[in-house]
């Protein structure tokens, strides 16, 4: 998911630093997206490193080590825009469902707890990563958004719209997080049975 959506704001001509607990494998998928994205602007440095460097952070590390990656970073997060991509899934003989996020209702919910002085909003948790990384694939849908500053949404509704194909719809508070990952879990089994990349699209709300 990381790689897809660096390899997607790089063509958007953002510059991206990738953070990696292995400073050499981030280094190699900044080197990825330099080979597939002529003129980007791609550095990789240690998960710690990477985020005292940016002021954005995208957060796209399986739910287990989440909160270890947390405790590490806490002081980092503070007052930067933490895009949360994050869904919490266990996966039994094929059937994905949501998986307790460690006393929160959800993910987001947690980070924004566990980092409170961070503006935390989730994001692009529901599109497929398979997409996302085949840059030959267009993306398509909505990119439902969820967080408690009306700011740091709107700074990622910007983002969203570098990214063509895709619409940023703005949903509130980061209680409407649990619902995106619950969506997640339906789209992977929706993906299962149809052998598709599917994401979600909303209808009947008003143009922006
Ligand atoms: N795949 C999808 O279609 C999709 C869609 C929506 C949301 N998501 C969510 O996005 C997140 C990333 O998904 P993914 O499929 O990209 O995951 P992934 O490939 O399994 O892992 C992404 C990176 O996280 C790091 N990582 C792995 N295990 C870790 C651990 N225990 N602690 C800290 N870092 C660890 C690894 O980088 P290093 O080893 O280099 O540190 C790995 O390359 C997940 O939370 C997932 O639920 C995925």
């Known amino acids: 998911m990381g790689l ?8 958007a001509g953002v510059p991206i630093l990738i953070g990696s607990r292995v400073a050499g494998r981030a280094e190699e998928a900044a080197e990825r997206v330099r080979a597939a ?6 550095a990789g440095y240690e998960n710690g490193e990477a985020a ?5 952070i995208v957060l796209t590390l399986p739910f287990v080590g989440l909160a ?3 405790r590490g970073a806490e002081a980092l997060l503070a007052r ?6 994050v869904v919490p899934l266990a996966v039994r003989d094929g059937f994905a469902a949501l998986a307790p ?3 929160a209702a959800s ?3 947690l980070i924004q707890e566990t980092a409170p002085g961070a ?13 996302l990384g085949d840059l030959a694939s267009p993306l398509e849908g909505d990119v439902v958004l969820c967080g408690n500053d009306a700011s740091a949404r709107a700074e990622v509704a910007a983002l969203v719209a570098l990214l063509p194909g895709l619409r940023a719809v703005d949903a509130g508070e980061i209680a409407n997080a649990r619902y995106l990952e619950a969506m997640t879990a339906l789209l992977l089994n929706l993906n299962r049975r149809y052998r598709a990349r599917a994401s979600i699209a909303v209808v009947g709300l008003p143009q922006a």
């Open 4 to 11: 897809g959506l660096a390899l997607r704001f790089a063509v």
């Open 37 to 42: 994205v002529p003129g980007a602007s791609a």
């Open 68 to 70: 270890a990656f947390l």
């Open 119 to 131: 503006r935390v909003v989730s994001a692009f948790k529901n599109l497929p990563a398979a997409r």
């Open 101 to 103: 996020a460690d006393g």
């Open 80 to 85: 930067k825009l933490v895009i949360d991509v």
């Open 52 to 56: 005292a460097r940016a002021e954005r």
């Open 107 to 109: 993910v987001g919910e």
